[in-house]
């Protein structure tokens, strides 16, 4: 089959968010499992019901901040002990109690780094352009409509069945998402 | 609850995000407004003009000398990192905390500390006498073969303002992704749409993005908390790691910590009441948001007094005659007048707020929270310039008189801290779309 002319995926409206987590449920029972939802905000149990379970951002956080930790306390040692050694307040030279703030800062700056930008690059983004974008309706996604998308490689993805089965969830309506 | 309720339960979701985006997207931009930001940007101007003549002439221009060398550029810059420290509580503390009242209030006090944070980052660079070489407070190799002396409080300063403002940034940012994407969604020119559309980075609202977005909340929330004690912890011990007397004392941290939230929910307050009055967002910033606000600051400036009660106590009890000695010439010396005004300001007046119809009335609570961030302000004036006029040696005494140049500048940052509110306002959600059909889902839930 021609790549260009079969759809990105189908995709049926909801008007009720726990509508939409029961429909994404159903859907995974069915096997159905490269989908998503889409809504316009975050509802608790969604990504449980679509099959997501691993989210590596908290150790990444983690890993972020003890980098941020020995890095900064390293800067201050490296610069006040081993590059430009100074006796201050007749104290030893590595004094580490005084370099404990800014230890403090660079972690959680790090780590705060890291949850942003980490959020960022798995969840994929900047994409400016997604297939989704494609159905006119869509645009409420960021207001009141709440959205399951399945998508053609799936390999339960037939396009007739796959039609009559969400339609059979009594949606506002099911929309074929263009190819990328 | 017995009060009123956070959110209209009429509302719908659609309602709720055509109400808040129409200020931005298709709203006729208000005479208040034009004439808000043109007055706000008038200070502006005078700022420049300040900065502009400092930047020719020298530190000499303010009324610094000394023994006093620390005098407006201090107090207003903690004064200003203060007043940012309820935004950053609102979002990061009262969000782990499960506070749902936050919803509506977050967005502009995330905003106020931002500002907040850029007219406070701009006292210490200025006052450094060459500020084009401010960067030497940063650690990076120079072909001088220094580096900073990282046991200095000062440079704690530069580290703890700076990761500030970054994460202060990032947070206000995150939080408002899914509202660009909603502006993007919703904006009817093209210009409009590119760069709100730009700015929300293809945010769909995937179930996926939704999940590892709240995980990256949350830890920014949780990161952000011990951040914002930091922050003012260590701009008290710019004073608290010296000798002189006012200012060496153990129970800076905690009294700075508490003053700055207090001076950030009165802030807040200032804002919040004629912002929802002229915007018509009752239904958002409620009654119930006042009434709190005013309980944290009562809360907050409980604890400042008796700050204020500990810090005079333990001069008397440690019998040390110069610590006595700064303590009576705050009382009844050259600067008396400002401590018994901080005092009525900060301490006696805000005991109105115990009355729940003083908590009821906005206008009360608007003046109320002037009056307070006035007090603040001489709090800090007073713990500044007190201490550094009357040290160890009579023959070091000094008075400070600031100059047309340090009021100029502290006038022209509130102009800039102004306008960059009026801009916000008009080009960015000032609550959060999102948040609030969140909070609109579960008080459907509860009221099912």
């Known amino acids: 089959m021609n790549e260009s002319q079969t759809p990105y995926g189908l995709m049926a409206e909801f008007d009720e968010p726990e509508i939409l987590v029961k429909c994404a449920r159903l859907a995974y029972e069915k096997g159905y499992r490269k989908m998503d939802g889409f809504t ?3 509802i608790e149990g969604l990504d ?9 951002l908290p150790l990444l956080v983690l890993l972020g901040g003890i980098g ?4 900064g306390f390293a800067m201050q040692y490296f610069a006040n002990v081993i590059q430009y050694p100074l006796i201050i307040g007749g104290k030893p030279y590595n004094s580490w109690p005084a370099f404990i703030p800014i230890t403090f800062e660079m972690t959680i700056l790090a780590a705060a780094g890291v949850a942003v930008l980490g959020m960022l690059a798995l969840n994929g983004l900047p994409t400016p352009y997604h297939p989704v974008f494609s159905v006119p309706r869509f645009e409420l996604a960021s207001r009141q409509g709440f959205f399951l998308c399945i998508e053609s490689r799936d390999p339960q993805f037939d396009l007739k069945k796959t039609r009559q089965f969400l339609e ?7 929309y074929e998402v263009d190819p990328w | 609850m017995a009060q009123g309720p956070l959110i209209d339960p009429n509302l719908t979701y659609a309602t709720v995000t055509d109400k808040i985006s129409s200020i931005t997207l298709t709203r006729k931009t208000s005479l208040y407004w034009l004439l808000g930001v043109f007055i706000s940007f008038a200070l502006v101007m005078l700022l420049m ?5 400092l930047l020719i002439k020298g530190v000499g221009i303010w009324g610094l000398n000394i023994p006093v060398g620390w005098g407006f550029d201090i107090t207003n810059f903690v004064w200003w990192i203060g007043i940012g420290h309820a935004g950053t509580l609102i979002s990061a503390v009262l969000l782990l905390l499960h506070q749902k009242w936050r919803t509506s209030i977050n967005r502009f006090a995330e905003a106020m500390t931002l500002f907040a944070v850029a007219c406070a980052g701009m006292f210490p660079l200025i006052h450094v006498g060459r500020p084009w070489l401010a960067y030497w407070l940063f650690p990076y190799p120079n072909t001088m073969g220094l580096w900073p002396q990282f046991r200095s409080p000062l440079l704690w300063d530069v580290f703890a303002v700076s990761t500030y403002a970054t994460v202060s940034l990032l947070f206000w940012y995150v939080g408002l992704i899914p509202d660009l994407a909603t502006l993007r969604d919703r904006a009817e020119g093209k210009f409009a749409q590119v760069a709100y559309g730009v700015l929300a980075m293809g945010w769909r609202g995937s179930a996926r993005h939704w999940h590892r977005y709240e995980t990256a909340y949350t830890l920014l929330a949780g990161l952000a908390a011990p951040l914002v004690v930091s922050v003012h912890t260590i701009v008290s011990w710019d004073f608290a790691v010296s000798v002189i007397p006012g200012w060496h004392t153990t129970i800076f941290p905690p009294y700075f910590v508490a003053g700055a939230v207090y001076s950030g929910f009165a802030m807040v307050l200032t804002l919040a009441i004629p912002l929802r009055q002229l915007y018509g967002l009752k239904d958002y910033i409620t009654d119930r948001h006042l009434d709190n606000m005013a309980k944290v600051m009562l809360a907050t400036g409980l604890i400042v007094a008796y700050g204020y009660l500990v810090e005079g106590f333990m001069i008397w009890y440690n019998g040390n005659v110069y610590e006595m000695s700064m303590l009576l010439d705050r009382m009844t010396g050259a600067y008396a007048p400002a401590y018994w005004l901080l005092i009525t300001c900060n301490v006696v007046i805000p005991q109105l707020l115990w009355r729940p119809s003083v908590r009821a009335n906005p206008w009360m609570l608007f003046v109320i929270s002037i009056v307070i961030n006035i007090g603040m302000w001489l709090e800090r004036f007073i713990i ?15 008075m400070f008189y600031p100059t047309r140049w340090d009021i100029g500048t502290y006038v022209g940052t509130i102009g800039l801290f102004l306008s960059l509110l009026f801009l916000f306002i008009r080009f960015l ?6 948040e609030t059909r969140e909070l609109l889902s579960e008080e459907k839930e509860e009221g099912a």
């Open chain 1, 40 to 42: 316009p905000f975050p």
């Open chain 1, 48 to 56: 449980e019901a679509l099959g997501e379970h691993k989210n590596w």
């Open chain 1, 68 to 71: 941020g930790a020995l890095g």
């Open chain 1, 168 to 174: 059979s969830l009594k949606p506002v309506g099911v």
């Open chain 2, 49 to 53: 003009l300040c900065v502009t003549v």
């Open chain 2, 384 to 398: 500044i310039v007190t201490s550094l006029h009357h040290d160890f040696l009579p023959s070091s005494w000094g």
């Open chain 2, 429 to 434: 959600p000032v609550i959060s779309i999102f």
